[in-house]
């Protein structure tokens, strides 16, 4: 009896804090998450596109494709089925140099509790070290009898320092047997895409299938306008073509396209990249006669193009028709200090790729010509040619009056059935009441000499061996310089001589500097 009363106790001690435990660890249990539901969005059902141009490329130079230095406000109208509680969310086909932290989701129900960009993109490297410690089929051709052999193998080590692969005979590096080897995976790795992904995390209240916008700052893109001209007797025909740039491996099929001037306030982000190397294959030994050789590079050529600066001697005469006018596109929108510009219908931003795009349009624009070049305070010159400018104001008195985007000018004169390609230049960004020039070739009739007289002292001569008066301005120095003498006026900030040269006439200035 006392020891079963002693085993009872015994018993009736243990139950206490097992019971306990129990009554613990069972809301404990019910609080653990359910593992989230995937949902996957493949494209978008509608898409936008707005691209800003890179701040620091002048106008004069074209955009790089390989490396476009501007960016883009993507804007994608998205349906998806949203399970109830809490669901990953993946937007597939995102552009490759999507900004994260910039990405804004409206319409889903839950709203938003985590964004991740997957950089794990499908390629030979990321299967290779997707699959690192794991089995693989060993697939190998023979050179001369084309015969194919597969066998099982592991994969040791890889991609960057080259593959290792262990086999039945042994462990050998990929490619070095002296047949064509390839690797055959039963499976993709998890985690890995052929596209870009934005996935998102979301705790929805309800079952529902909903439209979402998903709007994002994407890296690679740039844009450029291009000028054309085309005199008509006292007036000029002025279209500008706009060149889209998507150095992204992802395009955007028939979206809505517009484009932003004007330089923004913006700090460099680092873009998301992939998160595995480049395959690499190496043979031991490496060795070679060349292997320590110092490597050698070389700065690609510019791209040449024709302007309207000073020659030695005058350019070959170009015969070739004017590209024909489109409709005109709708004016220029204000937003905030820049100008947006919308394109005119639908158009796609092909991956890796540039395409023209009408983008405004004004006939019958006034202007005057004007021969003009900027000299040195003091330089010497002897007998110098003058560039030959169209000025134009930009007012609607004058039939322009719109605010004009950066990029380069062609101006063409009609000759007969086809038109003369006079002069190319560049143009810098022109709000409305600015003047523009564009350049229209040079000229050898109207001269400039300059010599140097006392310390400080300089004398500009100026020749019209024209036939008719010639309009001449002369910017001397730059913003700023104190330069002094009769009838000099600041234009631009520099002081410049303006005169009007009567047929062979000859005009002469004494200036300080």
Not at 77 to 90: C, D, E, H, N, Y
Not at 436 to 444: E, K, N, P, V
Request: glycine content about 12%; overall charge positive; aromatic content about 4%.
């Amino acid at each position: 009896m006392r020891a079963g009363r002693a085993c009872g106790r015994g018993i009736g001690h243990a139950a206490l804090p097992i019971a306990g435990l129990l009554t613990v660890a069972a809301p404990l249990a019910a609080r653990d998450p359910a593992p989230a539901a995937t949902v996957t969005s493949a494209a978008p059902q509608s898409v936008a596109v707005t691209l800003y141009r890179a701040p620091y490329r002048g106008a004069r130079y074209a955009i790089d494709l390989r490396n476009p230095q501007g960016y883009a406000l993507v804007t994608e109208t998205r349906r998806i089925s949203v399970p109830k509680g809490r669901a990953v969310l993946r937007f597939e086909g995102v552009a490759g140099g999507i900004i994260p932290v910039s990405a804004v989701i409206d319409g889903l129900p839950g709203g938003t509790i985590e964004k991740n960009r997957d950089a794990r993109l499908l390629s030979p490297a990321a299967l290779v070290d997707g699959t690192l410690g794991n089995r693989v089929m060993l697939r190998r051709t023979d050179r001369r009898s084309g015969v194919v052999r597969e066998e099982p193998a592991t994969i040791v080590s890889g991609p960057a320092g080259g593959v290792v692969v262990q086999t039945a005979n042994g462990v050998e590096a990929l490619g070095c047997a002296g047949l064509a080897d390839s690797l055959k995976y039963a499976r993709v790795p998890a985690g890995l895409s052929a596209r870009p992904v934005l996935s998102v995390t979301t705790d929805s209240p309800s079952r529902r299938t909903v439209t979402v916008r998903l709007s994002y700052l994407a890296t690679g893109f740039d844009w450029s306008a291009s000028y054309v001209g085309t005199l008509a007797g006292d007036r000029l025909n002025l279209f500008a073509w706009t060149t889209l740039a998507n150095g992204n491996a992802e395009g955007f099929a028939d979206a809505e396209v517009q484009v932003v001037a004007g330089r923004l306030n913006r700090e460099r982000v680092d873009r998301v990249e992939a998160a595995a190397t480049r395959l690499q294959l190496r043979c031991h030994p490496l060795g070679t006669t060349t292997s320590n050789l110092r490597p050698r590079s070389f700065e690609a050529a510019d791209e040449i193009v024709l302007t309207g600066a000073r020659m030695a001697t005058p350019p070959p005469v170009v015969m070739t028709a004017a590209p024909p006018a489109p409709p005109a596109p709708p004016a220029p929108e204000n937003l905030g200090d820049v100008k947006l510009y919308r394109l005119p219908g639908r158009t796609t931003v092909a991956a890796r790729g540039q395409k023209q795009v009408a983008l405004l349009r004004q006939d019958g624009v006034a202007y005057s010509r004007v021969y003009r070049r900027r000299v040195g305070a003091g330089e010497v010159i002897e007998g110098g040619a003058l560039d030959i400018v169209l000025r134009v104001r930009n007012e609607k008195a004058d039939g322009l009056g719109i605010a004009l985007p950066a990029g380069t000018t062609a101006l063409y004169a009609p000759r007969g059935d086809a038109s003369l390609l006079v002069g190319t230049g560049v143009m810098t960004d022109r709000a409305e009441g600015e003047t523009l020039l564009i350049g229209a070739g040079s000229s050898r009739q109207v001269m400039v000499t300059q010599v140097g007289l006392a310390p400080g002292n300089a004398r500009l001569t100026l020749t019209n061996r024209r036939g008719v008066p010639a309009d001449v301005e002369i910017p001397i120095g730059h913003p700023g310089d104190r330069v002094q003498g009769p009838g000099l006026e600041r234009i631009d900030g520099i002081r410049t001589w303006r005169i009007t040269l009567a047929p062979g006439d000859t005009a002469t200035l004494d200036y300080r500097y």
